[in-house]
Every structure is written in structure tokens, then in C-alpha cells.
T-cell receptor, first 119, second 115 residues
């Protein structure tokens, strides 16, 4: 079964450093997402991305965050200057966007997550 | 804005026992509802979804869920739990009219299964 792949599985960084989390969505998917889960809290929507641009972002997704699809396969989340409160599990997700809702085209497939620890 | 509540943070059941995980949502119209499961080291896997139609939906791994509009609930059930069902379970909702991929999650319920 096709998977969403995320790397690294765990990254430890110093406060103020830049971090790039990488995702390889399912190949025929068109819509891409980042979510995060701070330990003990809910999974939260960060940003959605379609046709090489951000289609929606949450209040959390401020100027220190950016997303990019640098080639035909990777989808990255960059945190420019990490803060302690950025420590979380970051999930990438994708969906096809085609076939209509009853075909499951609007169901997200999630990756296993990248755990970011900021010291 | 919609919200999702999973009242039980941690549930423990014996293998072979029945299971019900509760989920309540707050939203004015009929939402799109999902249950995801996360096993250690794995991603969030979709168990089942409700968009419209029959309020009792069947999912993978023998799970089912029932949408009850009057109670704003979408509880997940399984008649006989297996040890491999031990995981964390998340209820999620998508508000109609918003981005299809923008989900609001509950805080999750950790399921422990005793042999």
C-alpha cells in the first residue's frame, strides 16, 4: 500500500537553529499538509499546499515556518529559528483530490511523523 | 469553530472484551467525521469515515462507528478487542465548506489491552 514517508524520524536541535523536515507524499496525490502534535496536546492543522502554493494556513503557521515542494516528490517544512515551544511531532499528509468524496479522494494519508526536540 | 472531545484519555480492556471509544463534536451542521488510529512508530491510519447516508459505518480491522446527530456523537466500537488493537485512537472532524484536508482532532484515547 502506498505510504507517506517522513524524514528524519527524530531530530534534536538547539534553539535558534533552522530545521527542515522532509516528506515524500504518495505519488499521485495533489494536496499536501503539515500537522503537528505537541506532547500531551491535540493534533493541530498547520498548513495545506496545492499547485505549488499555500492554500490555507493556521494561526500557528507564522513567518518562521515555510513549506516548499522543491521537486516532483519532496514536500518540506522549514522552521527558520526554532523555539523551545516548537518541540512536537510533525505529521505530513496528502490526498488525491480526485474521484469525489465517496471515492475517498478527500481522505488524508498520514506519515509516521518527525519528532522535533528543541533544546 | 468546531471542536472535538474525546472524554477518555486512557482506556484499558481485556482481550476479547467489547470496546467503545467516545467522541463528541461541536458543529452546527453535519460534519465529516473520521476515526484514525496510531500505533507506536506508525502514522495516523484511517479506520473509518462518515460523510453522509447510513449512520452506522464499517471500517477496517472490525471497527464500526455510529453517527448520532441528536447527541453530536460519533463513537467507535468493536465487539471483541484483540491485543494488536492497543494504540492511540483519534476522532477528527472536517467542517463542511472548509478545505477537505483541514481536520480538527480530539486529544486522543490510548487503548491498553490486557491478555
Amino acid at each position: 500500500e502506498p505510504e507517506v514517508t517522513q524524514t528524519p524520524s527524530h531530530q534534536v536541535t538547539q534553539m535558534g537553529q533552522e530545521v527542515i523536515l522532509r516528506c515524500v507524499p504518495i505519488s499521485n496525490h495533489l494536496y499536501f499538509y503539515w500537522y503537528r502534535q505537541i506532547l500531551g496536546q491535540k493534533v493541530e492543522f498547520l498548513v495545506s499546499f496545492y499547485n505549488n502554493e499555500i492554500s490555507e494556513k493556521s494561526e500557528i503557521f507564522d513567518d518562521q515556518f515555510s513549506v516548499e515542494r522543491p521537486d516532483g516528490s519532496n514536500f518540506t517544512l522549514k522552521i527558520r529559528s526554532t523555539k523551545l515551544e516548537d518541540s512536537a511531532m510533525y505529521f505530513c499528509a496528502s490526498r488525491t483530490g480526485t474521484g469525489g468524496k465517496l471515492a475517498g479522494a478527500n481522505v488524508l494519508t498520514f506519515g509516521a511523523g518527525s519528532r522535533l526536540t528543541v533544546l | 469553530a468546531q471542536s472535538v472531545t474525546q472524554p477518555d484519555i486512557h482506556i484499558t480492556v481485556s482481550e476479547g472484551a467489547s470496546l467503545e471509544l467516545r467522541c463528541n463534536y461541536s458543529y452546527g451542521a453535519t460534519p465529516y467525521l473520521f476515526w484514525y488510529v496510531q500505533s507506536p512508530g506508525q502514522g495516523l491510519q484511517l479506520l473509518l469515515k462518515y460523510f453522509s447516508g447510513d449512520t452506522l459505518v464499517q471500517g477496517i480491522k472490525g471497527f464500526e462507528a455510529e453517527f448520532k446527530r441528536s447527541q453530536s456523537s460519533f463513537n467507535l466500537r468493536k465487539p471483541s478487542v484483540h491485543w494488536s488493537d492497543a494504540a492511540e485512537y483519534f476522532c477528527a472532524v472536517r467542517e463542511g465548506g472548509t478545505s477537505y484536508g483541514k481536520l480538527t482532532f480530539g486529544q486522543g484515547t490510548i487503548l491498553t489491552v490486557h491478555p
